[in-house]
């Protein structure tokens, strides 16, 4: 399992702040989708630019124009691209074109998708690397990420997998026994009244189990 830092509704300033004190904490860092709101693809450039040997994902969320949309991601520094799962094959069959020409790989967000197991075994043949099951903010007081985990499971190796959705150090124990490949943590870490040892406290819970 890997860590992936989400920075979401943060500052671009204060997010370097962040990654600088988390050290080798994390394994991977999420641009944000409000972020990229915010500051576009400079967002991505940016810290390309300042942690060079990080993997950055680019939430952009890719509903239409696949290839041209995940293309301005890949050249802006971005290892990994997000689509929305349930947008059409051809809009994911670009993201993946694209993904192959920079050397990247596109992770499918599964949010709003009714079939999960099914609609993730045919991302897969598509040529999508992550399929994520993904609980919305809006939501999380009444849905939890950890029941679509194991629907996909079912269908997918755990290394196909991510979870995203009010995560903590707390419900580790309780993902790490579907061993998904990526774990996203946004809120749960930025929003701590210390966010390096929260992320470490989680970093050190996922290694251990």
Known sequence: MRLQLALDDISLEDGICL???????IDIVEVGTPMIIAYGMEAVRTIRRRFP?????SDAKIMDAGEYEASQCFE???????????????TISGAVAAASKFGGAVMADLMCVED?????????ELGVRYACVHTAVDVQNAENPYTALARIRS???????CIAGGISA?????????????????????KA???????????AKMASL
């Open 19 to 25: 990654l600088e004190t988390l050290g080798d904490t």
């Open 53 to 57: 040997k990080l993997t950055i994902t």
């Open 76 to 90: 802006a520094g971005a290892d990994i691209v997000t689509v929305m799962g349930f947008t059409h094959d051809a």
């Open 116 to 124: 999960l197991a099914e609609r993730a075994s045919a991302l897969k």
């Open 155 to 161: 269908a997918l190796p755990g290394d196909h997998c």
């Open 170 to 190: 707390q419900t580790i124990p309780e993902i790490a026994g579907h061993n998904p490949a990526i774990v996203i943590v946004g809120g749960g870490i930025t």
């Open 193 to 203: 009244g210390d966010p390096a040892a929260v992320a470490r406290e989680i970093h």
